[in-house]
């Protein structure tokens, strides 16, 4: 993992730090959406550190005001905030999601919520699942991100196994099956 990072951090660092976090007035759309790959790439496969960083700090301004950040960067900045966070973040994702006023917005926060690696905080957005604050036509959607978050693999699999009548019953048979393609065979 260190090498592939390692790779990618010298393959395509420099033209993420030379096109920046931000963009430039006029800038063409091509030069936004590399950078939001750029950042996707660095910050959420191959976990570079300047990304990382970077990351956390504009979720923070992204949290005060939403138009703090590029549209085409909200979604990397909120799940590397996650992957990163605490309690505390943890506290105004799920603030943030409750409060959301565009359902894009709401489905942004609450899959941030299941991209954290604490063991806790896994634990919290685990059990998120089977109460209607998370909405049944996300429950699904929900928990094949967690099985992807390698942290939080081993327990969602554990929880799902334990609770999977009661989850069963807060997804619709359609989105099940979202969950079983997921399971490595």
């Known amino acids: 993992p260190e090498r592939f990072r390692d790779w990618l951090a010298t393959r395509f660092g420099p033209a ?5 976090w ?10 936004r959406l590399r950078r939001a790959v ?14 990382l960083a970077s990351a956390t700090q504009r979720f923070d301004a992204y949290l005060a005001r ?5 549209p085409n960067l909200a979604d990397s900045v909120v799940t590397l905030a996650a992957r990163a966070g ?10 943030a999601f409750e409060r959301a006023s565009t359902p ?3 489905r942004r926060f609450l899959f941030g919520l299941a991209e954290f690696r604490a063991p806790k905080l896994v634990d919290r957005a685990l059990a ?6 998370v909405p049944t036509q996300d429950v699904a959607f929900v928990l094949v991100r967690l099985l992807a978050n390698r942290e939080a693999r081993l327990r969602t699999w554990a929880y799902v196994k334990k609770r999977w009548p009661r989850l069963r019953r807060r997804m619709s048979p359609m989105l099940a099956t979202r969950l079983v393609e997921t399971t490595p065979v």
């Open 16 to 20: 993420l730090l030379e096109l920046g």
């Open 22 to 31: 931000d963009p430039k007035p006029a800038e063409a759309d091509e030069e």
């Open 38 to 51: 750029l950042v996707a790439l660095l910050g959420e496969i191959a976990d570079w550190p300047p990304v």
């Open 66 to 70: 939403r138009d703090a950040i590029d």
């Open 86 to 95: 605490d309690a505390l973040r943890f506290e105004s994702m799920l603030d």
């Open 104 to 106: 894009q917005e709401r």
């Open 128 to 133: 998120l699942c089977l109460t209607d604050r």
